[in-house]
């Protein structure tokens, strides 16, 4: 695995460079801005719109640099025929792909920090000029969210990574990683109804077996999701960060083996 941190540079290089990325910062910018603006219509609990607002930007910028620039990093090499000059150098195709992955973390990892110290911002200043005796805020808490962000993105980045592998077109790799994302975001608000019987009355076996296998074959992305905790100074139990920890960690570790399984065993035209 001695060529995994060299693909890995590349693979960030690129990305950083890429026009798209400044278009994404643009946007972030742009929507820190307006939060700042948003804040002043409320009368209370301001500073929980601004950290619920500003950590959601960071999420959504975050993702649009996996489905448009990270998706672009594998779908490239392919389109210009320069896979064929990486895998033919002393490079195995787990290397290649496993380097790609780590390139990708790399670059979401850059803009989650970024724009985490500038979402900062929002909330400094919503803090500062309006004050609320009853509001619960703790940065610990606001910048805890932010690195649970970063671990969702790495979680979404394998599962790029995995359809990246065994699919040509990009655009195809963008709409399964899409899906996959949504179904993974929404997934334990549906497990959670479906199993309410009180409020859903009664289900289909079927239904219930097909939420089941979608709970565990999907990445659960609702447990990175630390806003309400953030913004309303909801303490984290230690047991809840290993366990997360452990879950993004495994999930990354089985989506990246069978993402290899499939590129080794891909032929290209």
Not at 179 to 203: C, N
Not at 261 to 268: C, D, P, S, T, V
């Given at each position: 695995m001695m060529n995994?941190?060299?693909?890995?540079?590349?693979?960030f290089k690129e990305g950083i460079k890429n026009r798209v990325i400044f278009g994404i910062l643009i946007i972030a910018l742009l929507l820190f801005a307006a939060t700042t603006v948003i804040t002043t219509l409320f009368m209370r609990d301001v500073v929980k719109v601004a950290v619920d607002l500003s950590l959601s930007t960071v999420s959504f910028a975050g993702l649009l640099t996996l489905f448009?620039?990270?998706?672009?990093?594998?779908?490239?090499?392919?389109?210009k025929r320069t896979i064929y000059m990486v895998i033919s150098r002393?490079?195995?195709?787990?290397?290649?792909?496993?380097?790609?992955?780590?390139?990708?973390v790399l670059l979401a990892l850059t803009v989650t920090v970024f724009l985490s110290l500038l979402s900062a911002v929002p909330v400094f200043l919503s803090q500062k000029f309006y004050t609320y005796p009853e509001a619960r805020f703790s940065w610990s808490l606001f910048f805890a969210a932010a690195a649970y962000i970063f671990l969702k993105l790495a979680v979404v980045s394998s599962i790029i990574t995995l359809f990246a592998s065994f699919t040509s077109n990009s655009f195809i790799a963008l709409v399964?990683?899409?899906?996959?994302?949504?179904?993974?975001?929404?997934?334990?608000?549906?497990?959670?109804?479906?199993?309410?019987?009180?409020?859903?009355?009664?289900?289909s076996p079927v239904l219930k077996a097909i939420v089941n296998i979608a709970y565990y074959l999907f990445p659960n992305l609702a447990v990175f999701d630390l806003k309400t905790q953030a913004a309303h100074g909801i303490p984290i139990l230690p047991s809840y960060v290993v366990w997360t920890l452990l879950y993004a960690f495994l999930y990354i570790t089985i989506t990246i083996a069978v993402s290899t399984?499939?590129?080794?065993?891909?032929?290209?035209p």
């Open positions: 995994v941190w060299p693909v890995a540079s590349i693979t448009f620039i990270g998706i672009n990093l594998y779908g490239k090499d392919i389109d002393p490079i195995s195709r787990v290397e290649y792909l496993v380097g790609k992955f780590f390139g990708i399964l990683s899409l899906v996959a994302y949504i179904i993974g975001q929404s997934m334990e608000g549906i497990k959670t109804l479906i199993t309410s019987t009180v409020e859903v009355g009664e289900v399984l499939a590129f080794r065993r891909r032929e290209f």
